[in-house]
């Protein structure tokens, strides 16, 4: 599976595993490897492009809640992405869907 092999050592490699979302069946058939794959990504990102090795991926939440890097994507790409989601101060609505969102994947 090409997903399994895809690394990330430069930005088209990036673009590759976002361009897998665009499929949404394909996203929820592989949701636990593509999920793998995000927060790899992530990680890759943080570390080798911005320098930054402080920061445990995939991140909890106060209480402790793994927080779901590939949903939360997903939910704020559908709401127009980080821009406009951060303009239109949505962030509160987007917490509650992620909530809603991962049950309803989960079930």
């Given amino acids: ?15 590759a595993l976002i361009n897998m979302f665009d499929d949404r069946e ?14 790899e990504m992530v990680q890759w990102f943080l570390n080798e492009y911005l320098g930054i090795n402080y920061r445990p991926i995939p991140p909890y939440s106060l209480d402790q809640q793994k927080i779901d890097l590939l949903s939360l994507y997903m939910l704020v790409e559908k709401d127009g992405g980080y ?10 609505i987007i917490a509650k869907d992620l909530g809603s969102y991962i049950k309803m994947v989960t079930t």
């Fill in 83 to 92: 821009r406009e989601v951060t303009t239109e101060n949505t962030w509160p």
């Fill in 1 to 15: 599976m090409i997903l399994k092999a895809l690394e990330f050592l430069e930005f088209g490699d990036y673009k």
């Fill in 26 to 39: 394909y996203v929820f058939k592989y949701k636990v490897d593509l999920q793998k794959k995000f927060e």
